[in-house]
């Protein structure tokens, strides 16, 4: 009986305070992300909104969508609305998609560009996952499912210790990073110049794990079952980091499983390859003019397929 | 496995049901299942352990009952010989997996300098995790039954769980066979109130660990790993969140073990007693990693003579102790130092015959020390946290430049360092441990005292778990392994 005592308080007492910690953690805001480009997350839920009874083209991509695409020549050319949901890789897939899933409507375009990487962390995303959603969209919670919330669950501290660091930030913030270069698409529109770039590493894994490969085949299946069509295109990427031998190999078995596995992208990973000065900061985000010939062959390629 | 891991987390709930719901008073099979989980909790880190600690068990209850074989027959000699065998084993054992490199290239150096070139061979080795816990306990056990403190035992269950009893097997307290022995050797009755003063130990422990070193860890990490480049004030950060964090680290280790082995009805020895309250360094020597010094002061000083010699000797055999010591903690010059350090440290003391000046409990009929041993207090404290640079510092010139640039007063020249506003939560957070402490100070552990008012202790658990779990989630992706499992 004592014993009993003993365990079911222990318990509680623990139970208690972690569940209430929890929760305070994970919808804890960030001040710096508040005033950043993932603004846009917001942003992007509040135009798809305005616009779900109208047919639009969404742009579901990383940072390299928002960094990356020139949204007026795909709404021009294609005559068609442009909501660029682009935010961050670590974010993860499948909450890029599931945020603005139910705004998908038949006769919708979507483009999906996720940058390369393997495995959960482009899937489930990380610690960005949590800043996003406490400081911006808190009811995409609501989103997370059980083993979304297992796999994001070590990053709420991670999260937390992140807007600890930004509590008293509170200046004006500008540049390409901030809210305020966000246009009315979702595009990242601030002038930017190559900087160094360093790609000398293999930085990313051609190897997509089982997990991955069968949430891209939801993906594949869920919009062609809804009507919806998918433009599925590789990200733009900088061409030393590609001339390295290894990320080469990478790609070329990369594109061989996907194809395999009924997921393929919709134009060569070396068509998206630029000229490093092209590149702003990472190898994966455009200069302004980048982004603009990027667009161009994107132009092409969802006209190829429609 | 971690104590502050969630592998721990699940293991710890069900040993304590399996152990109390299916085996309550099967005492051999009690044993028998402590004996299994603590090598599944051992050999969680690398399972070609369990064969060294299993070699080391072994040789040590052989022994025992050898060595009670050949006394009762009247020959001491042999007697003397298997106790000797023994220690010789065991230490054999230590020294290579622990010192053997070390003194090769130490050898190797020293030889060099004298223009002599020979190649020592050194081996590519892991450190078991706590051999140095275990190795003193299972010497312990072989030298008392040597000297008749106790009789062997042929309980070989009752043995190998004194041995391997998982909460304190690898950072301690480093248990006698007097006391921890005969508790597997009776039965053992569920006892709320001891458990519950478990929780509460564990709970301190955790916080300890958790909140305070790990915290104090990334501070002290910045001023250390760049100690070149930081500034004074930086330093003096860095060194004093070092003398929390190894005491938050080490000292929690010991609560919780100390609290988890009362779940299961067996009570440790204390092994720290608010260390940094010491009056003085004989105080702190008394209060700080309690059961090796016992262990030193038993059967090392003690047979050397102790006290009882001549001032000369007494001074040989404090050094000893303290060189052992040094060296008891790792294979590096810089523990040596540190040893030393301490050595001369307790050597005006004993010159003037203070070195038993402050025993027992402290301010026991006031709330507050006198402003002389508050003094007392701070000095011995700066003394300490100074010998905690040398012993944090991986090599001697690091701790001698350290100090030397802590004592230059400069002024921080690049962006790294630490910012005594950025840190005054976790220096707060310090001080409200050591108020807690304070108020403990003569209790039997740092959170014996139990706050009357339900609300207000409830309030307490509240805090402590929430900073717990909140620090932990924190620093989920550092390194958080305690720091004493090294030794």
């Known amino acids: 009986m004592q014993m009993r005592r003993l365990i079911i308080k222990t318990f509680i007492t623990i139970l208690v305070p972690v569940v209430v910690f929890t929760f305070v953690m994970a919808f804890w805001t960030d001040n710096l992300s508040k005033l950043s480009h993932e603004k846009n997350v917001l942003l992007a839920y509040e135009r798809l909104d305005s616009l779900k009874d109208v047919n639009k083209i969404v742009v579901i991509s990383g940072s390299n969508g928002g960094f990356g695409i020139e949204s007026q020549i795909l709404a021009d050319s294609l005559k068609m609305p442009v909501v660029n949901t682009s935010t961050h890789a670590g974010i993860g897939i499948r909450m890029q998609f599931e945020i603005y899933k139910d705004f998908l409507k038949r006769g919708d375009i979507v483009i999906f560009c996720p940058e390369y990487g393997s495995g959960n962390l482009r899937l489930y995303g990380e610690s960005t996952l949590l800043r996003v959603l406490s400081t911006h969209l808190p009811k995409a919670y609501l989103k997370m499912n059980f083993r979304q919330w297992c796999y994001s669950f070590k990053y709420i501290g991670i999260h937390f210790l992140d807007a600890m660091d930004h509590l008293h930030f509170h200046r004006p913030y500008e540049g390409p990073y901030s809210s305020s270069s966000i246009n009315r698409y979702g595009d990242v529109e601030y002038p930017r110049e190559h900087m160094d770039i360093k790609t000398n590493d293999v930085f990313f894994s051609a190897t997509m794990d089982e997990e991955t490969t069968a949430f891209y085949q939801y993906l594949h299946e869920y919009l062609r079952g809804n009507g919806i069509t998918l433009i599925h295109l590789p990200p733009a990427l900088i061409e030393s980091a590609y001339l390295n031998d290894g990320n080469k190999k990478n790609l070329d078995s990369l594109e061989g499983y996907m194809k395999e596995n009924n997921i393929p992208f919709q134009a060569a990973p070396s068509r998206y390859v630029f000229p490093d000065t092209l590149f702003f900061d990472t190898p994966y985000h455009l200069t302004m003019y980048g982004a603009h010939l990027r667009t161009l062959k994107m132009v092409e390629d969802v006209k190829r397929v429609l | 496995m971690l104590f502050n891991s969630l592998e721990f987390l699940i293991f710890l709930p069900l040993v304590f049901l399996f152990y109390w719901y299916v085996l309550d008073k099967r005492l051999r099979l009690q044993n028998l299942f402590v004996i299994i989980v603590s090598y599944i909790f051992y050999g969680w880190w690398d399972w070609r352990f369990l064969f060294l600690i299993i070699f080391t068990t072994g040789c040590s209850y052989f022994s025992g009952l050898a060595i009670k074989h050949y006394q009762n027959q009247g020959l001491n000699n042999i007697a003397k010989i298997c106790s000797t065998g023994n220690v010789i084993i065991n230490l ?123 915290n104090c860890a ?30 938050g680290d080490f000292s929690g280790y010991s609560s919780i073990a100390i609290g988890c082995a009362k779940l299961f009805g067996i009570k440790l020895q204390p092994n720290f007693r608010v260390p940094y309250f010491s009056r003085d360094i004989a105080e702190f020597w008394k209060r700080w990693h309690i059961s090796l010094n016992k262990w030193f002061v038993d059967y090392v000083y003690i047979p050397l003579g102790g006290s009882r010699v001549s001032k000369i000797k007494v001074i040989r055999n404090i050094f000893t102790i303290f060189l052992l010591s040094g060296l008891w903690h790792g294979a590096n010059w810089t523990y040596v130092v540190w040893g030393l350090y301490h050595a001369c440290l307790f050597l005006p003391l004993i010159l003037l015959n203070k070195n038993h000046k402050y025993s027992g409990g402290f301010c026991e009929d006031k ?47 690049g962006e790294i360092g630490i910012a005594f506003v950025d840190s005054l939560w976790l220096i707060g957070i310090i001080m409200v441990a050591l108020l807690f402490e304070w108020w403990n100070r003569n209790a039997d552990h740092e959170f014996k005292r139990i706050i009357p008012k339900p609300l207000v202790r409830n309030l307490v658990y509240f805090i402590l778990i929430a900073s717990i779990y909140v620090s932990y989630m924190m620093t989920i992706e550092d390194d958080t392994t305690f720091i004493y499992f090294q030794f």
């Not at chain 2, 010192?99 to 050194?122: R, V």
């Not at chain 2, 509460?200 to 790990?214: C, N, P, S, Y």
């Not at chain 2, 100074?386 to 004592?407: D, H, N, P, V």
Request: a positive charge; hydrophobic letters at 50%; proline letters at 4%.
């Open chain 2, 218 to 247: 990334r501070y002290a990490n910045i001023a250390f790993g760049n100690y070149n480049e930081v500034g004074s004030m930086s330093l003096l950060l860095g060194a004093f969140f070092f003398t929390f964090q190894i005491y």
């Open chain 2, 92 to 214: 054999a054992i230590l020294g290579i997996f622990k010192y053997y490199n070390f003194f090769a290239e130490s050898m190797q150096t020293l030889l060099q300098s004298l223009n002599f070139h020979l190649d020592y061979p050194t081996l590519n080795v892991i450190l078991p995790v706590g051999i140095s816990f275990y190795t003193f306990q299972a010497l312990s056990y072989s030298i008392d039954v040597y000297w008749n403190k106790i009789n062997p035992t042929k309980d070989a269950l009752a043995f190998f769980a004194f041995v391997c009893f998982f909460p304190q097997l690898v950072a301690g307290p480093i248990e006698r066979a007097t006391n921890l022995l005969p508790q597997f050797q009776r039965n053992r009755t569920f006892d709320y109130s001891v458990a519950v003063d478990g929780c509460r130990q564990m709970l301190w422990g955790f916080f300890k660990k958790v909140v305070i070193a790990d």
């Open chain 2, 367 to 413: 709330n507050f020390p006198s402003l002389h041993e508050a003094f007392n207090m701070l000095g011995t404290f700066l003394l300490v946290m100074i010998g905690w640079i040398i012993f944090r510092a991986t090599s001697l010139t690091q701790a001698l430049e350290y100090i030397t640039k802590l004592c230059s007063f400069e002024k921080r020249t």
